[in-house]
């Protein structure tokens, strides 16, 4: 018997108040029943995501939100500035070139955040960019983004500033309004602590403006359809339900943690895995590390796809593995949502076997003893 | 204390087992363990929708899937017929109105069946139509539509066939190979017995030829990247897992009661209710009836809306009323999906109770006794 550890960068660990919430009566939602969910979830929503402004929920996965975060508000041939740093940011860059957006790419080396100063001097040398596109946290790499500095750039400018927080969100600290912010994009299955298959999407008065004019063609993820609907404390589609009923029992769990709290929490979980990675002789791929996951360099001589795949199927431990370019080069153990220190210690632990059984070497309990200090 | 009772056309009950399903660990979707899901639950599909073809799943409503069907086998410009018969019939017309397709609406009074000899006839006398969207049980009127004979008429032509099965899918019989139904769309949460949240898709060869030549702008819906997934038994984007994981479940409970079983227990539950009504001298509204959803006039003097209200809010058997210009003039009773006799005979109760309170002249026990004739 192994028990089933996810410590991927989503889906995350689900807590079980939650998935038993899930499984509760489905109810109807076009009744004054789901009225009062919703009500108490758009309320929620706006507290946890620090923000005055509404916030949108789409029954789909975070790449829905990226794309309505593009189709809403900009035009054909509009120019927007695409900042890369990994997968997701890429992301942003394929929606732009499907709705024929002309996306100015700033291509960030991987293991790097973005330079404000050169989002700063883009901006000043293309005029008549409407939107820059970036990343919170870059699932890909582990790398966190300085949006305070980005947000100081942009918000001078006319154009809005979306920022796909899909797997950032509650790990690494966010203040949409205060660092002009106009879009903050996410997802369930991360910071969240839910299943996959819910995106959130809120959006500032200058994001709104853009979209009347906006002439890209939508349905499903039209923001007009979503806003009148919001107004009539409604949702446009059917909304998924049950998973509704779960993000109102998180929501209550993250408000009673506190959000300051859940931020120290990964932030100490995060520098915990962090030094042990270190301890044990292993070097971390991002410059500025994520505290929702970190990424680290598999060492010389060693199958890194082995190391995912021993922990998983015999550890029973799920990390996540290089994507891309950093297939097999990297491993990325999360701390997002729903992990204490026990878990820390376990991915740790379980790292520190897996290696040893690889060839690496590595005093056993070396990785584990430095996190138990940090975590003490 | 009144029990739930969700007897609208969609959300619909849930089994319990299905719904524990869905409370276990969530697993990650991008490993050997979720492969082995997805791939029954493909297996499955297949079998539940009778066709040979793929089965593509979308983490979204019903309405998601309904735009994939329009954005990736159409072009800017194309012609296609549009059945509108209710509400979701007009939807696919807005659709296309929001991609720049010509959309030529075939307008049906809401209460009758399209005619398939006016599908032919606009086929004929219109040249260039590519795709005929069209709706197996429109939900918004209970009524069914002849889908073989409309396939008999558009698979003699190049045009596809796409039906919204979104509701009819179990309760009205469709066989679409046989019947040249070249696209099926539905839903999780009718006659699949899950919550809302996800989106069904099925394609024949004929309408995966126009995918290719399709130029209208799509990405989270883009059928290229569901179909490369579907081939490496993988999904393009996050699945909703916890979804999936409950679909895998009632795939089984619905093969094993099997499909015709299903059809059968639909068809007598339908019929007791129609029955039952008219002993108490109501009207049935749709000329046709579907067996997934029953909709009745409001007798003379009663207030619609107060017999859907009364029947939720004091009975807790929620029941659906008239949308749009239907509004306050029917009420309507879904069988559709986890539905037994017991459920059709408190639904046929219920309503008795409520409309002897609303001052129509009611024998109580009446149409429950007409349904009990035929249920037992």
Known sequence: MKKYRLMSPGPTPVPEKVLLKMADTVIHHRTPQFQSVLKEVNEKLKRSFRTANAVHTFASSG??????????????????????????????????????VDAVMYNVPWSESPDPAIVA????????????????????????SDIQAIGAVVSKTDAVLVVDAV?????????????GV?????????????????????????????????????FYFDLKAAIKAYGKNDTAWTPAVSLMQ????????????GLDNILSRHARLANATREAMKAIGLELYAKNPSNGVTAVRVPEGVDGSA??????????????????????????VAHMG????????????????????????????????RAQELLK
């Open 246 to 257: 779960g993000l109102n029992v998180v929501l209550d769990m993250m408000l009673t943690e």
């Open 63 to 100: 790449t829905g939100a990226m794309e309505a975060s593009v189709v809403n508000l900009l035009s054909k041939g509009d120019k927007a500035l695409v900042i890369n740093a990994g997968k997701f940011g890429e992301r942003f860059g394929e929606i732009c070139k499907a709705y024929g």
């Open 182 to 218: 106009d879009v903050v994009v996410s997802g369930s299955q991360k910071g969240f602590m839910l299943p996959p298959g819910l995106a959130f999407l809120s959006l500032s008065a200058k994001a709104e403006k853009l979209i009347a004019s906006s002439n890209l063609p939508k």
């Open 121 to 144: 001097k883009t901006l000043k040398e293309t005029p008549g960019i409407k939107a820059v596109y970036s990343t919170l946290c870059e699932t890909s790499t582990g790398v966190v």
């Open 167 to 179: 797997s950032g969100l509650f790990a690494d600290k966010m203040l949409p309004d205060e660092w």
């Open 338 to 369: 729903y992990m204490d220190e026990y878990d820390t210690i376990s991915a740790v632990a379980g790292i520190e076997m897996v290696l040893s059984q690889l060839g690496y070497k590595v005093q056993l309990g070396k990785g584990v003893g």
């Open 307 to 332: 190391i995912v795949k021993k922990m998983r199927d015999e550890q029973g431990v799920t990390i996540a593995g290089g994507q891309s370019e950093l297939k097999g080069k990297i491993f990325r």
